[in-house]
């Protein structure tokens, strides 16, 4: 059986490894050619699969995309096909949901600011717009839900509109998927009359696709709006986003939200549990044995936190400040770009860091260790 798989998906090897004959191809530049005799193709965001790549692949059974997102993928000529598609939906969620969180306390000591008291509008309450709101939550903010979606299907959370998130939130996190149709389509859904509206002082983050906001208007926006405040981490055009809007941001990185190595490895495992269900195999291999160690496994703290002290924590497992620093370095091409994608193996999830906080109060609002362990910290 003929695998062919992303060159920059991880753990590939070792799940699929004794399942087939693995060719690894460059997702970005994948040709016809390059497909065209596979049983089984793994791709992540960044390989459109439409007629045009498998149309002549006749032995393509399955196609696995390790992503939450499906926007790269005709899933209706799939269908047509009669080839299996499956992607990973929820595998780096939490990882999205740590980086909005720790963006914002950045944010906040880069401005002088507590998050601590802050409304927080979330856009898109699905799994990263959920994990989000649960270390939000955990951290005692009030949240509110935009999901209009969601709140039709019944979902028992309470909703507001795009119009109250606007007027109430303090900083609102985008986490749609891009959709071009519909009453509820995303694309540009942040618009320029939309950003003008954005109250004073607003920080505005977007970690699920580019094109959910106009980004030349966003940069006119911003240019006379310097109260706004932005996290980007998704542009329009990647892997090419305008030079003025990275200039803009207070943070700014190459659409790797959801990489942390849990995520990653919980994307490739996904579609290595679907093929082996489809196959009738048994799943020989856990998410577990993938990872490394982390170096900071095990930490001991004395009483409770304070927010300067949360945030030292959290930049052992991510600190965002390194790759804002290394994306100004290497955005300018679509090379450097994707190389720093191609490079980015070394964030981990809180869940990574077993802490015993000593002397912990049981004092509620403060960050204790039920506090830490509601944020995704294990014990
Ligand atoms: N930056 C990154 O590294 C990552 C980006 N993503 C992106 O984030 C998107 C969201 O991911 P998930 O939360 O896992 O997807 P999800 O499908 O679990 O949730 C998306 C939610 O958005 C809601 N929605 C759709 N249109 C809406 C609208 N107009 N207004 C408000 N809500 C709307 C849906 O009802 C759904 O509940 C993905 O589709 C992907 O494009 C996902 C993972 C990593
Ligand atoms: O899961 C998604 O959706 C994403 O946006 C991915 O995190 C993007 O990562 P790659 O598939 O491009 O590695």
Redesign the pocket.
Known sequence: MKIIA?E??PYVEALFGDLGQIEYVN?RTLSPEQVNDADVLL????TKVNAALIENAEKLKFVG?????TDHVDVDYLATRNIYFT??PG??ATA?GEYAFIAMLELAQRFGESLAGKVVGIVGAGNTGTAAAKCLQAYGLKVLLCDPIKALQGDPREFVSLDTIIEQADIISLHVPITKQGQHKTWYLFDETRLNQLKPNTWLLNCC?GEVIDNQALIKVKQQRDDIKLVLD?WEGEPNPMAALVALAEFATP?????SLE??AR?TFMLYQKWCELLDLPVAKSLESLLPRFQFSHISSQGDLNERQLLKLSRLVYDLRDDDLSFRGCFATAAGFDLM?KNHTYRREYSAIALNQVTSSLSAGAINQSMLMALGFTS
């Open positions: 992303d920059n998906m997702g791709v992540r965001s960044v995309s390790a992503t939450i997102g992607n990973a595998c780096n999205v696709r998704v659409h790797i939200a959801g990489y995520g990653k994307g994608r």
